[in-house]
């Protein structure tokens, strides 16, 4: 039997997985983009702005280290997509490596006791951007005087840092160490901390301080808040707060660049952080880019503007029917085009609403023969072939090949053409009247047309829908896509009133055995075929529904015990069973995944891999492949 789960993370110099451990830091060399400025005094020297012990990058062939200096160019569609900063430079206190192991990043080492006691040791000297030092007080400060402050956060702690309500018992033993602890497991810890949506267990203590009740002068305050219009000093905390949103040049970070444009604006521009904690073997500080600039434009037009070299990268706002267009305008513009697989559990997934609120669909939808029928109905090859070049995987939503939990089951089960069951099964359920139109008739005598709400953000999910929609007039079912905007989609499956909708499958499609399957389970309101069970879950019983359909059940205890132990063997049994009852139930009909996602990288930006998965969380998109160390070549 496998040992029980433990994780003891103790790097010293290096944690990138970039290359072999170098045990020692280099010598140091001043970056030529500061120079003038701490020949004028106005920064330190190179040698007293990283940590005593800085994150050494060392390069594998064919990465290699690289040379200080340029701006590197992208577009997005809204201004608040400059919250991707954070997601490109992916700073975290421990971060995944390219084979999506935990790293230390921010912390020099990390301590894991039976996932119940964490221990981070911060790199001693490591500074804010504003030359600071970041140490344990910042992580009290959250954790006491905001995290803890019922005027900042009426509803306590985030749910990430809660097991079965219980808080942790938090510790600050010395300047540099920091401990977090529960009475029971709470494996969603570290990739909570890894994850791509930023979640930061400390704040930039000295500057927030004087937005504080507890600690500013109450006039100077009071100023500050009648300055910025705002109703309260914890409104004002909050608006200064922002860590992930990029619109407060003022707040210091730890990321590779800073943004200093303040909003509105339609071009920002984000510099270089003199105090970033990472260098490369030859004594480089990182990044080697010295600015990050964004300009907005309408979404529909950039990957046209990428296609006419206005973007050094480019990956948000294309998909791959750009990918010929791109790939035509490449040596006229100056860039390439790179194709990373994706690892999402499925690219385009339907969610039958269990939880919807028409009792006549409700009955229907919580049928597996009506959902079965549903999937058996869609060409997944033809949809391949004509959209994605067969290129993709045809499956349903589970794991991919790569992980290890996969088997070719949970991948083809329901989920391969047969029009002849899926007509048989419609039949057994009474469907078979049809009306004029061959149209085939609910109970009620209702036409069964199935209305496919989607968000609608770009043409590649309509075009799949239309396949499916000629699939499934095959057995006599006519389908409808409702484009709206992305929140009100989300709040018509919250409440019920949506009947389906289409949206991505398991955000990790890469799994181990000790990867959280909450995903699994309606433990979630975004869990988008069972939200409202979601929502019970989440809200300890006070709104949504409770679990009332076995098999759903069964995938809560599953989950539930999944919590409980740290053996791997019983997680990895745990895991199968979850991925089994999926594919035997078919709560979600995955249509294909592992497509190919575009990315447009001018010609000249080295250290970007040519092959890479590109994921949300774990993944970070391009994050995952440190983006600090990209380079451009003269």
Known sequence: MKTAFRLTILAAAFVVSLGPVRAQTPDLQETPAFAADVAAGKLPPVTAR????????????????????????????????????????YTRLVVYDEKFRFVPDLAEKLEVEDERIFTFHLRKGHRW??????????FRYYWEDV??????????????????????????????????????????????????????????AHYLKQFHAKYADPQKLAALVAAEKRASWAALHNRMDNMVEGDNPDLPGLDAWM????PPAIRFVATRNPYFHRVDANGRQLPYIDRIIFSQADAKLIPAKAGAGEADLQFRNITFNNFTFLKEN???????????????????????????TDPSWRALMRDARFRHALSLAIDRQAINESLYFGLAIESNNTVLPDSPLFKPEYQSTNATLDVATANRLLDELGLSKRDGNGVRLMANGRPLEIVVETAGEDTEQTDVLELIGENWAKIGIKLFAKPSQRDVVRNRIFSGEAIMSVWSGLENGLPTANTNPHELAPTSQYGLQWPKWGQWYETSGQSGEPIDMPAARELYDLYEAWMATGDEDQRTRIWHRMLAIHAEQTFSIGVIS??????????????????????????????????ETFWLRP
Do not use: C
Not at 161 to 166: Q, Y
């Open 259 to 262: 943004m200093t444009t303040r």
């Open 330 to 356: 490449e040596k006229r513009a100056g860039y390439k085009t790179l194709l990373w697989r994706t690892a999402k559990g499925s690219h385009f997934t339907l969610y039958p609403n269990l939880n919807a």
């Open 147 to 204: 995290a803890n402050n019922k005027e900042l956060n009426p509803a306590g702690p985030p749910a990430s840092l809660m097991v079965d309500g219980e808080r942790p018992k938090v510790e600050f033993l010395d300047e540099a160490t920091i401990r977090y602890s529960w009475s029971k497991r709470n494996p969603g810890f570290l990739p909570r901390i890894a994850g791509t949506s930023a979640f930061y267990l400390y704040r930039p």
């Open 129 to 138: 951007s504003d030359g600071q030092p970041f140490t344990a007080e910042d």
């Open 50 to 89: 990283i940590p005593t012990v800085p994150l050494v990058v060392n390069f594998q062939s064919p990465r290699e280290a690289g040379q200080p200096g340029g701006d590197l160019r992208t577009l997005i569609g809204r201004a608040r997509d400059v919250r991707l900063l954070n997601v490109i430079g």
């Open 594 to 627: 592992g497509i190919f996602q575009p990315i447009v990288a001018n010609k000249k930006l080295a250290n970007i891999p040519k092959e890479g998965v590109f994921n949300w969380d774990p993944g970070a998109f391009v994050g995952l492949y440190r983006t």
